[in-house]
């Protein structure tokens, strides 16, 4: 992938790149979120939360026939510090009943501590269904995605977004709940539904839809293998009157910090592994295994923005950071992915880690990044300017 130096620049407000997938903005102006947020139609957090009732009012009242009597919503969880978050608001503040859905990952790739925060989700009281992938499919298509992509966590993710939507078929189910709003709160336009808490268009995220299917096929061939990563057809799901609703809109300071906080006050344990070495600077993120702060350093190198961008964005938004304080936390972490992880991974997908950081150095955008083949890329931009000469 190449750009012209030019079309790399930042939100002026927040720390969002021009680069950012189906995001769009022109220099100078600012991002997608960011002008959501100043446009915002519901400006105070009750009327949002009653902006949000009406519309869950509106949706059960359109089909009540054969309801599941058990459950009225479906909320996807990981068992994290966003999942935690809104199975507790849905079923406190909206006095629903959430059946959790759970795509875990193999045993090999599963952490400890991510087992015992999806336990604290029962322990809270929750029915939970969990899935998990064929062992030796999942790291096939990890491998597959990783070289076709230069995405460790495509296959995984397209199965979590995937088998939602199938267990509220299966459960005669009509409302699934999801937390961020890709379009409005981190830039995602293909996602953009009708209001701020329409996520119908979901499977239009760039995820589910970046490539064709051939690389699933030809390292999973039979449909046993390859069904749970498939996405319903968009249609089908409508046709069955089932609807996908964002949370993250609705709830009040919707942001890394606060659902860390929220969730660990809740039970949730965060990492004991320095940031560091994952780039993770609340330790509160991909606690259910590690593979995925390889994708965020990955993603980092492509776009010029990581898991620490993410996170102030948010910060700067409500208030509770200064740009140039988002900066230096941003500076440090970015891009942060330690060879411990870098090795394990080798060592899950069975190649070297010379052949790692061969295929990573195809994906980095060298208008970004200077590559040395004896070292990780170089930076050649200066983070919230743009690029140096």
């Known amino acids: 992938m190449s750009i012209k130096n030019n079309n790399f620049h930042y939100c002026p407000n927040c720390l969002s790149t021009s680069l950012r997938p189906n995001g769009w903005f022109d220099k100078g102006s600012l991002c997608f979120p960011c002008e959501s947020d100043k446009n915002m139609v519901f400006t105070d957090y009750l009327s949002r939360v009653n902006a949000l009732r009406s519309y869950v009012s509106e949706l059960k009242s359109k089909d009540t026939a054969n309801l599941n009597p058990q459950y009225d919503c479906v909320v996807g969880v990981s068992g994290g510090k966003d999942s935690t978050r809104q199975a507790l608001w849905v079923r406190e503040r909206l006095g629903m009943k959430?059946?959790?859905?759970?795509?875990?990952?193999?045993?090999?790739?599963s952490t400890e501590l991510g087992k015992d925060n999806l336990t604290n989700l029962i322990e809270l009281g929750f029915d939970i269904v969990t899935y998990t992938p064929a062992p030796d499919t999942s790291r096939k298509l990890t491998r597959e995605s990783f070289y076709n992509f230069g995405n460790v966590s495509k296959a995984t993710e397209m199965a979590l977004h995937s088998q939602v939507p199938k267990v509220a078929m299966i459960e005669n189910i009509k409302l699934i709940f999801w937390g961020d709003n890709p379009a409005t709160q981190t830039g995602d336009m293909a996602t953009l539904g009708k209001n701020v808490f329409d996520g119908n268009n979901l499977c239009k995220m760039n995820t589910l839809t970046d490539g064709d299917s051939d690389w699933i096929l030809s390292a999973a061939p039979l449909k046993s293998q390859h069904e749970t990563y498939f996405y319903p057809d968009a249609s089908y799901i409508e046709s069955q009157g089932i609807?996908?609703?964002?949370?993250?809109?609705?709830?009040?300071?919707?942001?890394?910090?606060?659902?860390?906080?929220?969730?660990?006050l809740h039970g949730l344990l965060p990492n004991n592994k320095s940031s560091i070495s994952t780039g993770d600077y609340l330790k509160t993120s991909m606690l259910d295994e590690e593979y995925?702060?390889?994708?965020?350093?990955?993603?980092?190198?492509?776009?010029?923005?990581?898991?620490?961008?993410d996170l102030v964005n948010g910060l700067i938004r409500d208030g509770s950071m200064t740009r140039k304080e988002a900066?230096?936390?941003?500076e440090e972490m970015d891009g942060r992915c330690s060879?411990?992880?870098?090795?394990?991974?080798?060592?899950?997908?069975?190649?070297?880690?010379g052949e790692f950081w061969g295929v990573v150095n195809k994906y980095v955008n060298k208008d970004l990044f200077y590559i040395s083949k004896s070292q990780r890329p170089k930076s050649r931009f200066k983070v919230g300017e743009g690029l140096v000469s």
């Open 327 to 330: 900066i230096d936390i941003v």
């Open 292 to 309: 995925t702060n390889i994708n965020m350093m990955i993603k980092y190198y492509k776009f010029g923005f990581g898991r620490a961008t």
């Open 98 to 109: 959430p059946l959790l859905v759970c795509v875990t990952y193999p045993p090999i790739q």
């Open 339 to 353: 060879d411990e992880i870098i090795m394990s991974f080798c060592d899950y997908i069975e190649i070297t880690v």
């Open 243 to 264: 609807n996908t609703l964002y949370l993250g809109p609705a709830l009040d300071r919707w942001t890394m910090v606060d659902n860390s906080i929220f969730s660990i």
